[in-house]
């Protein structure tokens, strides 16, 4: 890793630095440095709101300092009050298992494991409270944070006034009021035994990390620091990484390569204009002047392709990438049969996940003696209600099938199934249907 920059001025000029403590700049500045960020793993897969704190981590390392990634395998058995309006389900330690070997899986792809002194390291906060009773933690933790102090917390304080101020949210319980003490011996364990002197975090997260430096202060006399970025929000000030079906996944099971590509793809001018900054590593230079080249011709959308490029290839790969753009020209009717038959199956299903669907038997596909006779009788009337409305539109040339013309209305059924199963049958310009043969 021999990328070395000031940690604080590119997280600046990125827009992603909210605040942190005084005299972190100074702590950097005097050498490597360890930090971390802590992710529950409450689902089998990061989303692309977590992916805006690691690129915390991943600058952090390229500014030659060593991160360190905390899967909370204890704290994922409570759940984190931030940023919440009522208690999450608690998931039992076999889902959690799963769920951290995910997302180990997803955190290697950004962050260097074999670069020297500043490798990057996953550590796991169940490996210290597995054995910590409750009384134990009670008298040794407990003891050194006032409740005062806990209740000042933003966090805590928006549960407990939820209510009064009509928004309904239930109470707060005190296994998530205590979250912030378990967090905050996470940082002081990590301070111990990792030498960690900084937290990094979502700025929705720095009550709790804080709560960590009073910790280290009190029970060691100890000096700690914290550094929080922006909270990525949308234009609405909702958080960012969710699209109409929900978040939008690291994991390809959960958000298919060809849509996670298209979200990035479909961003506003303005969004895309703050999230090459966050989500990429172009350096200024290359992100000033592609800015400045989609100023000149919106049109073209070359930051959102900029930036879905980058994005979609280090979450994935390159050549699902690839296979995403073939994928977006289809709908546009811009590739061709060769295009649509390189397509593996499920970006096939998922590019025309949205279209409907007409199943037909292996049987009546066999039997179907013209082209008429499939797209009307056989697929049920779902293309054409009858063969004379069939006949007219591939008359007048309106009627493709796997992106090739239908010359004749009387033409035989011979076509190349994608994938041995599978139609893409065309009506004018924006109407598609895939038929699936079983």
């Not at 969710?242 to 590509?261: A, H, I, R």
């Amino acid at each position: 890793m021999k990328v070395q920059m000031n940690l604080i001025e590119e997280l600046r000029w990125r827009g992603m630095l909210h605040d942190f403590m005084p005299g972190t700049e100074e702590q950097l500045a005097s050498g490597m440095t360890s930090g971390y960020i802590g992710f529950d793993p409450t689902a089998k897969s990061l989303h692309i709101g977590n992916l805006a704190t690691i690129m915390l981590l991943v600058h952090l390392q390229r500014a030659g300092h060593k991160p360190l990634a905390l899967v909370g395998g204890a704290t994922g058995m409570i759940g984190d009050p931030s940023g919440k309006s009522a208690e999450r389900n608690l998931l039992d330690e076999t889902t959690l298992r799963e769920n951290q070997e995910g997302i180990k899986k997803q955190l290697e792809k950004f962050l260097d494991f074999n670069c020297g002194a500043n490798s990057a390291e996953i550590v796991n906060n169940y490996d210290w409270f597995k054995d910590f009773n409750f009384l134990g933690f009670l008298r040794d933790v407990g003891k050194h944070i006032t409740v005062n102090y806990m209740m000042s917390k933003d966090s805590v304080k928006k549960r407990i006034n939820a209510d009064e101020d009509g928004d309904r949210a239930e109470g707060l319980s005190y296994t998530e009021f205590a979250y912030q003490l378990i967090q905050g011996y996470d940082y002081y364990h990590l301070y111990k035994n990792k030498g960690v002197k900084i937290q990094m975090g979502a700025s929705d997260q720095w009550g709790n990390i804080t709560t960590g430096t009073e910790l280290i202060r009190r029970m060691d006399g100890g000096k700690a620091y914290a550094l929080v970025g922006k909270l990525v929000t949308k234009a609405d000030g909702t958080k960012f990484g969710k699209s109409e079906g929900g978040n939008v996944w690291l994991d390809p099971n959960l958000t298919s390569p060809y849509k996670f590509y298209q979200f990035w793809l479909n961003l506003s001018d303005e969004e895309a204009e703050k999230l090459i900054k966050v989500y990429t590593l172009l350096p200024q230079d290359e992100i000033e002047k592609i800015t400045e080249e989609h100023k000149q011709a919106p049109h073209l959308r070359l930051l959102q392709k900029a930036l879905a490029k980058d994005v979609t290839i280090r979450v994935h790969s390159e050549d699902d990438f690839l296979a995403a753009v073939d994928a977006s020209e289809i709908l546009f009717g811009k590739g061709d049969f060769a295009t649509l038959k390189g397509l593996k199956e499920d970006m096939l299903l998922s590019v025309f996940e949205g279209v409907p669907q007409i199943a037909v038997s292996q049987a009546d596909y066999a039997s179907a003696e013209t082209v008429t006779d499939l797209l009307s009788e056989l697929t049920g009337g779902q293309v054409f209600e009858s063969k004379g409305e069939a006949r007219r539109m591939i008359k007048n040339g309106g009627v493709s099938v796997n992106r090739q013309k239908v010359q004749n209305a009387d033409e035989a059924v011979n076509f190349e199934l994608l994938q041995g199963k599978y139609l893409v049958v065309q009506k004018g310009k924006k109407n598609y249907y895939l038929v699936s043969v079983n």
